[in-house]
T-cell receptor
């Protein structure tokens, strides 16, 4: 069974600074998808960024980028120029077949003004 | 385009009762997945429906069931409620275009069992 681990329960970053959230996963599959979701206090899960395992190029969405290391089974999220609105729970998720996401335990990100 | 909607948003039930939650996917999305979120267990996959058929199922007891209608709307039912069923229940829909499996979530239904 696949597992996703987020080793940082909480992270803190100063506004306008850069922060990196870590995620590792375990799978025997070669084709899969990885996601980062953001869950603000409203509880609405928002898709931040997606990475296909067959793509070597790291995904980027505006201030959000990932560092995907397939051999190491690592998938970290970098948030640049952090904003107060970035404060939320961030979940790393794995999917290789069908719509069954396996989530990590989450990282609570706090942004200090 | 309207997002995923879930009703009701909040629900309080008594142990032993049953409950039905509803989810309307994004227009055109045929896949609906359900997840349970609790402080102790985190986010766990319940089941997925595609074209009115349950396609995948997570590791939950038979008290948890669901169905999907021809318009892709989905309901999940929990019978004989237990205190441990108190959770945020999230529904997500997917278009499955080019098998990208991006899921878009609704706001959730907060179920409290007393």
């Amino acid at each position: 069974a696949q597992t996703v681990t987020q080793s940082q329960p909480e992270m803190s970053v100063q506004e306008a600074e850069t922060v990196t959230l870590s995620c590792t996963y375990d799978t025997s599959e070669s084709d899969y998808y990885l996601f980062w979701y953001k869950q603000p206090p409203s509880r609405q899960m928002i898709l931040v960024i997606r990475q296909e395992a067959y793509k070597q190029q790291n995904a980027t969405e505006n201030r959000f980028s990932v560092n995907f290391q397939k051999a190491a089974k690592s998938f970290s999220l970098k948030i640049s120029d952090s904003q107060l609105g970035d404060a939320a729970m961030y979940f790393c998720a794995y999917n290789n077949a069908g719509n069954m996401l396996t989530f990590g335990g989450g990282t609570r990100l706090m942004v200090k003004p | 385009k309207a997002g995923v909607t879930q009703t009701p948003r909040y629900l309080i039930k008594t142990r032993g009762q049953q409950v039905t939650l509803s989810c309307s996917p994004i227009s055109g999305h045929r896949s609906v997945s359900w997840y349970q979120q609790t402080p102790g267990q985190g986010l766990q996959f319940l089941f997925e429906y595609f074209s009115e058929t349950q396609r995948n199922k997570g590791n939950f007891p038979g008290r948890f069931s669901g169905r999907q209608f021809s318009n892709s709307r989905s309901e999940m039912n929990v019978s004989t409620l237990e205190l441990g069923d108190s959770a945020l229940y999230l529904c997500a829909s997917s278009l499955e275009l080019t098998f990208q499996y991006e899921q878009y979530f609704g706001p959730g239904t907060r179920l409290t069992v007393t």
